[in-house]
């Protein structure tokens, strides 16, 4: 049964409210719990509404038993890319009120077909000649509870899966499929020396895997990914601390790089 459209509005308007205003949720209000991960879907999307700017995307997140284990989490979660928390690479931002506090190196990719829900799982081939281009990235995750941790699936999806702000890089140039993205090395670095190193095999052991379990996970609960949309794949290392006053640098060797700067 759809959910109601009260209970749509009330659930998210929680959330926003902290959102916009930095502040944390101890705890979620029980009657407006979801029950089920369509639920759930259908209480974020009630973000779309307030947002200034029409949504860009969408990123996963949990992509790794790391990941996991740190929000709580028992597998991956979707969660909407904000069109008013895009930046491009090198812009200046503050993470007053981020929780979390630290940042994460990404493949992306834009979509050039919109595919719909279906019965049939999409395979990865399919999804790969959905593909447009691929991008680099750098994610500022954030959650709205105090304890994101404890809260669970169901709930951390109705906190847009941790979406915060979103740093997209150029579009790659060089033909990216002929590049095993699974074993491309990655590092995201601090001006202070600090690092973190991995490859795209930590998100669902390869981005094309994570972006197809997003189609899936979409198309399951009755949502489309629409054309031109951005889909972030989660973070190719360990999420690095970040701090203010940090130069941050994603560092995708010959794919290029992105950065941003925290004020």
């Known amino acids: 049964m ?8 009330e659930a998210s308007n929680v959330i926003w409210a902290a959102w916009q205003n930095g502040y944390a949720l ?6 407006l719990f979801p029950i089920t991960r369509s639920e759930a879907y259908r209480i974020q999307l009630e973000y779309a509404q307030r947002s200034s700017k029409p949504v860009f995307g969408w990123k996963i997140a949990a992509t790794s038993l790391a990941g996991q284990q740190h929000i709580g989490v028992s597998g ?3 969660g909407l890319l904000l069109g008013e928390n895009i930046y ?3 812009s200046k931002l503050t993470i ?3 929780r979390m506090a630290v940042a994460e190196a990404e493949f992306a990719f834009s979509i050039k077909q919109c595919l719909r829900p279906r019965t049939a799982l999409y395979t990865e081939n399919e999804v790969i000649d959905a593909i447009n281009k691929l991008y680099l990235a750098i994610e500022l995750p954030n959650s709205r509870f105090e304890h994101f941790e404890k809260v669970g699936d169901l709930q951390l999806i109705v906190d847009n899966a941790c979406a915060h702000q979103f740093i997209l890089g150029d579009d790659v140039d060089v033909n990216w499929k002929d590049i095993d ?21 930590n998100v669902l052991d ?3 895997t994570a ?6 996970e979409l198309s399951k609960n009755e949502l489309p990914l629409d054309k031109d949309m951005i889909v972030t794949t989660g973070s190719c290392t360990t999420p690095i601390p970040i701090e203010r006053g940090d130069s941050i640098l994603a560092d995708f060797g010959k794919l290029g790089s992105v950065s941003v700067e925290i004020e």
């Open 2 to 9: 759809e959910i109601g459209k009260n209970k749509k509005k």
């Open 26 to 31: 101890t705890e979620f209000p029980k009657d």
């Open 76 to 78: 991956p979660i979707a």
């Open 88 to 90: 491009k690479s090198g």
């Open 96 to 98: 007053d009120n981020n």
């Open 181 to 201: 993205l699974a074993e491309h090395k990655v590092i995201i670095s601090t001006k202070r020396g600090t690092e973190n190193r991995g490859s795209g095999a």
């Open 206 to 208: 390869h981005p094309i």
């Open 211 to 216: 972006l197809t379990w997003l189609v899936n």
